[in-house]
């Protein structure tokens, strides 16, 4: 167990809807990362966020968006969802940004775009 | 810009036999290197790293790698597989300062027994 929780673990979903994705890092964590795996793309980073604030951005698409609250967790929405959408989504999270530092993730969420 | 490329998607190893597992790194700047592995349905987790200190890096469960510029290689080595070590497994890469991992396309450890 990392200490990174993800909510839910599953979502089956239609084209064309919305979903938020939720993570919790591990206590004393300051950093969070979004991370997206699919079969075609392999595992992708998407977004990071370091107390509050956006700090990287990777492949994320326009319809995808994130942001992380005072309290440090993070939600990432995904929205117009399309079959090219299904994947398992992970959060990390790390103490302080930085290549150096390890970050831990969660279990994932796995999307299913029907 | 930064890559890296897991040659082999599929490894079988006899119980007890060597784990080679290899990687190719391309980067315009010294790199940092990580190794992750992946049990089923659980997330990734840090099996080691290099970051420019001692090219030979041990890491968890037995595991080690060694970074060899010359090659542009990190390549992942276990002297006698475990059962336990079938898993699929993630080298990435990051450049020096960057915030996010770049993964490679993972290969999936299948242990013999």
């Known amino acids: 167990d990392s200490g990174v929780t993800q909510t839910p673990k599953h979502l089956i979903t239609a084209t064309g809807q919305r979903v938020t994705l939720r993570c919790s890092p591990r206590?004393?964590?300051?950093?969070v990362y979004w991370y997206q795996q699919s079969l075609d793309q392999g595992l992708q980073f998407l977004i990071q966020?370091?107390?509050?604030?956006?700090?990287a951005k990777g492949n994320i698409l326009e319809r995808f968006s994130a942001q992380q609250f005072p309290d440090l967790h993070s939600e990432l929405n995904l929205s117009s969802l399309e079959l090219g959408d299904s994947a398992l989504y992970f959060c990390?999270?790390?103490?302080?940004?930085?290549?150096?530092?390890?970050?831990?993730f969660g279990p994932g969420t796995r999307l299913t775009v029907l | 810009a930064q890559s890296v490329t897991q040659l082999g998607s599929h490894v079988s190893v006899s119980e007890g036999a060597l784990v080679l597992l290899r990687c190719n790194y391309s980067?315009?700047?010294?790199?940092?290197l990580f190794w992750y592995v992946q049990y089923p349905n659980q997330g990734l987790q840090l099996l080691l790293k290099?970051?420019?200190?001692?090219?030979l890096v041990k890491g968890i469960n037995g595991f080690e790698a060694e970074f060899k510029k010359s090659e542009t290689s990190f390549h992942l080595t276990k002297p006698s597989a475990h059962m336990s070590d079938a898993a699929e497994y993630f080298c990435?890469?990051?450049?020096?300062?960057?915030?996010?991992?770049?993964f490679g396309t993972g290969t999936r450890l299948t242990v013999i027994p």
């Open positions: 990390a999270s790390s103490v302080v940004p930085g290549a150096l530092r390890e970050q831990f």
């Open positions: 206590s004393g964590d300051l950093s």
């Open positions: 966020y370091y107390n509050g604030e956006e700090r």
């Open positions: 980067s315009s700047v010294p790199p940092y």
């Open positions: 290099y970051t420019s200190a001692a090219t």
């Open positions: 990435a890469v990051s450049a020096n300062g960057a915030n996010n991992l770049f």
